[in-house]
């Protein structure tokens, strides 16, 4: 269920930035503004309402997905402290080297 419930909050996350790269800010940003993308579809008015509309209903989605995800991973993780894990002993000490061979001189 976990995944299941991960994978709806990835796709409602990434409908989320979508939603609200496309709505027009204060400087222009990346929004179609008004209704010069979207034809005779729309009205700008009615493309702000749309869109604020569509963003607040992903953020509720985005709110309650997390909260759920928080509470069912909640008694997944391990009770304690990493402080009270024995120490690690320590590794064996290395086999000595072999002796270089002698370079034969002229």
């Not at 995944?3 to 940003?29: C, H, K, N, P, Y």
């Not at 209704?35 to 209903?57: K, P, V």
């Amino acid at each position: 269920m976990t995944t299941v419930l991960l994978v709806i909050f990835l796709l409602v996350t990434l409908a989320l930035i979508g939603v609200i790269l496309v709505q027009r800010s204060e400087g222009g940003g990346l929004g179609i503004g008004a209704s010069q993308g979207m034809g005779a579809f729309m009205t700008g008015r009615g493309t702000a309402n749309l869109l604020t509309r569509t963003t607040a209903i992903l953020g509720t989605a985005f709110m309650v997905l997390a909260l759920v995800l928080a509470m069912l991973g909640r008694g997944q993780a391990p009770r304690g402290s990493i402080l009270d894990a024995p120490a690690p002993t320590a590794p064996a000490a290395p086999a000595p080297a072999p002796a270089a061979p002698a370079v034969p001189t002229n």
